[in-house]
T-cell receptor, first 117, second 113 residues
Framework: GAVVSQHPSWVICKSGTSVKIECRSL??????MFWYRQFPKQSLMLMAT?????????EQGVEKDKFLINHASLTLSTLTVTSAHPEDSSFYIC?????????????FGPGTRLTVL | DAKTTQPPSMDCAEGRAANLPCNHS???????VYWYRQIHSQGPQYIIH???NNETNEMASLIITEDRKSSTLILPHATLRDTAVYYC??????????????FGKGTKLSVKP
């Protein structure tokens, strides 16, 4: 089956630093990838839609200058949390939609747990 | 906001069928019903989707009422590994923002030995 990986699986950083999270589709091409955030005991919240070769589309209330998204190839999207603060601590999950299928199944990565001290 | 309503939690005995309901009374004619589940601290996993006909795959069955205002996900023989939060999502079946997955609170299914 289709596999999506994320790296790193967890990261701890100091307040004010930037953190980059990678999302890769391992055995399929993904024109579209998605970034979600999940706080403890809450549901997933869509942050942005990442389209290969174009600018990401951010959901309302998500700061595009703080959460930089780059989708430079059909198998890789990156999310950079700039100037991270403790309130950015969360579980970040990416997903990818297979460009070769017509339905809306998304394949999710295992998530990245970010802790900002 | 999510377009679906699900019970917050359910219990099921191991080996029994788990029937998870979902209400989507405002579903439009071209929207599909998708089911995903999330095991603790992992990314969500696709289970099944359907438009109006009942669907079955190796994981589960999806029963959609004739008026499409509700559906039921059936895990025929629940195991302990099926303990997870199950999300029912209504969305369009193609790209664009209207095809995004909007997760509600889901149903936390606990399978007990």
């Amino acid at each position: 089956g289709a596999v999506v990986s994320q790296h790193p699986s967890w990261v701890i950083c100091k307040s004010g630093t930037s953190v980059k999270i990678e999302c890769r589709s391992l055995d399929f091409q993904a024109t579209t990838m998605f970034w979600y955030r999940q706080f403890p005991k809450q549901s997933l919240m869509l942050m942005a839609t990442s389209n290969e070769g174009s600018k990401a589309t951010y959901e309302q209330g998500v700061e595009k200058d703080k959460f930089l998204i780059n989708h430079a190839s059909l198998t890789l999207s990156t999310l950079t949390v700039t100037s991270a603060h403790p309130e950015d601590s969360s579980f970040y999950i990416c997903s990818a939609r297979d460009s070769g299928v017509i339905y809306n199944e998304q394949f999710f990565g295992p998530g990245t747990r970010l802790t900002v001290l | 906001d999510a377009k679906t309503t699900q019970p917050p939690s359910m219990d099921c005995a191991e080996g029994r069928a788990a029937n998870l309901p979902c209400n989507h009374s405002t579903i439009s004619g071209n929207e599909y019903v998708y089911w995903y589940r999330q095991i603790h601290s992992q990314g969500p996993q696709y289970i099944i989707h359907g438009l109006k006909n009942n669907e079955t795959n190796e994981m589960a069955s999806l029963i959609i009422t004739e008026d499409r205002k509700s559906s039921t996900l059936i895990l025929p023989h629940a195991t302990l590994r099926d303990t997870a939060v199950y999300y029912c999502i209504v969305t369009l079946n193609y790209g664009g923002s209207q095809g995004n997955l909007i997760f509600g609170k889901g149903t936390k299914l606990s399978v007990k030995p």
